[in-house]
């Protein structure tokens, strides 16, 4: 039988808030085993203690900014809309069925003005990964780190053309190892090359000045930032959270990240996990002083279709030598001032190779010829730190802990994207970016405590 509801309820009823939640709300899980009170002492030196009109309860605030960024909302006037309507949301807060629900502008003026040039959203991120650490959410053995793009909230067409001076310098670490291979071959030493000035120019938003212009292979177009983050295996907690303009380079903030990471929580694991775009002979010289065993996927070779690479010659590190796939050996020819050791061919074996055109071409900027006769193969005095996360990324091991990356920090960055609504800036600056990323990820780690824990 069809039934129908006539007219609206409008009967007076005695409820509870309490009963309004169901008993396995997500909000009922986090208020369980998260205690938000270090909060207060966080921010403390930002408020009077005996003047000016009372504020509101900065849990409160921080807990509303939990909500936004743990349901998606897009901005916070519909923070305070949802909050008003939502009974759940309410009872997380502490708020009564008829309170008011603090105005949208109380968030912007404690960003903008209170905690602009602070750090606290920062320690409030700091305090909740501590937490899981001490609840044994964090192993400690591998960290996988990897950026995102994040959308600025400027617009692709409202730029100006600017040009940058910089200064480069030679690396005097670098110059040291080229001389040392050179005189071991009986070359003269390099000099050290004088100070180079050279003009950049780029185009600089005129809303989001602190944004980059991004223009990468297979990546959007336009003004983004970049979002670098770092996990840990076990659980997928987020460790750490950098912001820079969408130009930055991965590999430039990488090592430095990661110290950061290692000094604020004390733990240093055994592998460090990355894709291909962290694969820079810098970035693998200083995991190796660092005792870090890199799980990071090798570049993959992009030269013309049908020819042989380097790799598929062997060297020889003893006798200091290549050898092609017939045979012949290359010898040292000379290092240049870049840091790359030449190994050639002899033309009189290569004009009668059988194999000599899937080996000789020309291309100056990796592998060249003379007058298609000769093979030249360059190999950089630091070749020897992705010699060995090579040889680590081809075994059973190396395959299976590179395998987990995409089902930690990927997952992570496609959580912060889909469910939380990462992928477009909410506000402009790098500062307001930070927040919104730390609260964001924030949110995941208190999430996943919580859930964690109710098991």
Same mark, same amino acid.
Request: charged content about 30%; overall charge positive.
């Given at each position: 039988?069809?039934?129908?509801?006539?007219?609206?309820?409008?009967?007076?009823?005695?409820?509870?808030?309490?009963?309004?939640?169901?008993?396995?709300?997500?909000?009922?899980?986090?208020?369980?085993?998260?205690?938000?009170?270090?909060?207060?002492?966080?921010?403390?030196?930002?408020?009077?203690?005996?003047?000016?009109?009372?504020?509101?309860?900065?849990?409160?605030?921080?807990?509303?900014?939990?909500?936004?960024?743990?349901?998606?909302?897009?901005?916070?006037?519909?923070?305070?809309?949802?909050?008003?309507?939502?009974?759940?949301?309410?009872?997380?807060?502490?708020?009564?069925?008829?309170?008011?629900?603090?105005?949208?502008?109380?968030?912007?003026?404690?960003?903008?003005?209170?905690?602009?040039?602070?750090?606290?959203?920062?320690?409030?991120?700091?305090?909740?990964?501590?937490?899981?650490?001490?609840?044994?959410?964090?192993?400690?053995?591998?960290?996988?780190?990897?950026?995102?793009?994040?959308?600025?909230?400027?617009?692709?067409?409202?730029?100006? @053309?600017?040009?940058?001076?910089?200064?480069?310098?030679?690396?005097?670490?670098?110059?040291?190892?080229?001389?040392?291979?050179?005189?071991?071959?009986?070359?003269?030493?390099?000099?050290?090359?004088?100070?180079?000035?050279?003009?950049?120019?780029?185009?600089?938003?005129?809303?989001?000045?602190?944004?980059?212009?991004?223009?990468?292979? &297979?990546?959007?177009?336009?003004?983004?930032?970049?979002?670098?983050?770092?996990?840990?295996?076990?659980?997928?907690?987020?460790?750490?959270?950098?912001?820079?303009?969408? @130009?930055?380079?991965?590999?430039?903030?990488?090592?430095?990240?990661?110290?950061?990471?290692?000094?604020?929580?004390?733990?240093?694991?055994?592998?460090?996990?990355?894709?291909?775009?962290?694969?820079?002979?810098?970035?693998?010289?200083?995991?190796?002083? &660092?005792?870090?065993?890199?799980?990071?996927?090798?570049? &993959?070779?992009?030269?013309?279709?049908?020819?042989?690479?380097?790799?598929?010659?062997?060297?020889?590190?003893?006798?200091?030598?290549?050898?092609?796939?017939?045979?012949?050996?290359?010898? %040292?020819?000379?290092?240049?001032?870049?840091?790359?050791?030449?190994?050639?061919?002899?033309?009189?074996?290569?004009? @009668?190779?059988?194999?000599?055109?899937?080996?000789?071409?020309?291309?100056?900027?990796?592998?060249?010829?003379?007058?298609?006769?000769?093979?030249?193969?360059?190999?950089?005095?630091?070749? %020897?730190?992705?010699?060995?996360?090579?040889?680590?990324?081809?075994?059973?091991?190396?395959?299976?802990?590179?395998?987990?990356?995409?089902?930690?920090?990927?997952?992570?960055?496609?959580?912060?994207?889909?469910?939380?609504?990462? &992928?477009?800036?909410? %506000?402009?600056?790098?500062?307001?970016?930070?927040?919104?990323?730390?609260?964001?990820?924030?949110?995941?780690?208190?999430?996943?405590?919580?859930?964690?824990?109710?098991?």
């Amino acid at each position: 039988m069809m039934t129908r509801r006539i007219g609206e309820q409008q009967k007076l009823e005695l409820v509870m808030l309490e009963q309004l939640v169901k008993p396995d709300h997500l909000l009922r899980k986090i208020k369980k085993h998260i205690n938000f009170d270090f909060i207060y002492d966080l921010v403390r030196e930002f408020y009077s203690e005996d003047m000016g009109r009372p504020s509101i309860d900065p849990v409160v605030l921080f807990k509303m900014s939990l909500l936004q960024a743990l349901y998606g909302i897009s901005s916070e006037r519909r923070l305070v809309d949802e909050v008003h309507h939502n009974m759940a949301y309410r009872w997380f807060l502490g708020y009564g069925l008829t309170e008011v629900i603090p105005d949208h502008s109380v968030f912007s003026y404690n960003r903008k003005q209170r905690f602009e040039e602070s750090s606290v959203y920062e320690e409030i991120f700091n305090e909740i990964v501590l937490m899981a650490i001490g609840k044994g959410l964090v192993k400690g053995k591998i960290f996988y780190t990897d950026s995102t793009h994040i959308r600025a909230n400027a617009s692709n067409s409202k730029y100006e @053309n600017k040009e940058d001076e910089e200064i480069i310098t030679e690396d005097e670490s670098l110059l040291t190892l080229i001389n040392e291979k050179r005189e071991s071959k009986g070359q003269k030493p390099l000099k050290p090359a004088e100070e180079k000035l050279i003009t950049k120019s780029k185009k600089v938003s005129k809303t989001d000045p602190d944004s980059g212009y991004m223009h990468r292979d &297979r990546k959007p177009v336009g003004f983004y930032h970049l979002l670098h983050g770092t996990v840990d295996s076990m659980h997928n907690i987020m460790l750490g959270i950098h912001v820079t303009p969408g @130009n930055v380079h991965d590999a430039t903030v990488y090592v430095d990240n990661l110290d950061h990471i290692f000094e604020s929580y004390e733990i240093i694991p055994k592998y460090v996990g990355a894709d291909a775009g962290y694969f820079n002979l810098n970035v693998l010289e200083e995991l190796s002083e &660092r005792n870090l065993i890199p799980v990071i996927g090798p570049k &993959r070779y992009g030269g013309k279709k049908g020819k042989k690479s380097k790799y598929w010659f062997e060297y020889f590190p003893e006798e200091d030598f290549y050898k092609c796939f017939e045979g012949q050996i290359l010898t %040292y020819k000379t290092t240049t001032r870049q840091g790359y050791v030449e190994y050639e061919s002899d033309p009189k074996i290569c004009i @009668n190779c059988p194999q000599r055109e899937k080996c000789l071409y020309e291309n100056k900027e990796t592998m060249t010829i003379s007058d298609c006769k000769t093979k030249i193969i360059r190999r950089h005095v630091k070749e %020897y730190y992705a010699d060995e996360v090579r040889a680590f990324m081809k075994t059973e091991k190396g395959k299976s802990l590179y395998k987990r990356r995409k089902e930690t920090i990927e997952r992570i960055f496609a959580d912060m994207k889909e469910l939380c609504g990462i &992928r477009y800036a909410h %506000y402009r600056g790098s500062e307001g970016v930070k927040a919104q990323a730390l609260i964001t990820a924030t949110a995941l780690n208190i999430k996943k405590i919580a859930t964690i824990l109710s098991k």
